[in-house]
Nanobody, 129 residues
Framework: EVQLQASGGGLVQAGGSLRLSCVASEFSSYDNGVGWFRQAPGKEREGVSSVNLIDGSAYYADFVEGRFTISSDNAKNTVYLQMNNLKPEDTGVYYC??????????????????????WGRGTQVTVSS
């Protein structure tokens, strides 16, 4: 079974940057995408970004506002989330997960957590004001 490990979180001041990494033990032939989600205390988990591992298409939540960039290095089984100009409201635990399904559906369903099969342990991101 695929295992995911998220890392790269930490404490940063507002306006700072972090790069999160999601390393997979392997990607199965069914893993067509990887998504990043976050969960703040007392809030539901929400989608941040997702990448289509087949063609590299990327999707972002509106609140990202051009500050984050998702990318994949399939040779390293790794997906990155570069986060710039971080805000205190970006604070939360960030999780990565694999999407198994028709990659053409990612455009419409990438934020749906039920579409993701394997989840890694999260990495804490704390942005101070």
């Amino acid at each position: 079974e695929v295992q995911l490990q998220a890392s790269g979180g930490g404490l940063v001041q507002a306006g700072g940057s972090l790069r999160l990494s999601c390393v997979a033990s392997e990607f199965s032939s069914y893993d067509n995408g990887v998504g990043w989600f976050r969960q703040a205390p007392g809030k539901e988990r929400e989608g941040v970004s997702s990448v289509n591992l087949i063609d590299g298409s990327a999707y972002y939540a509106d609140f990202v506002e051009g500050r984050f960039t998702i990318s994949s290095d399939n040779a390293k089984n790794t997906v990155y989330l570069q986060m710039n100009n971080l805000k205190p409201e970006d604070t939360g635990v960030y999780y990565c997960a694999t999407f198994r399904g028709d990659p053409l559906l990612l455009l419409r369903v990438w934020e749906d957590t039920s579409r993701y099969a394997v989840w890694g342990r999260g990495t804490q991101v704390t942005v101070s004001s």
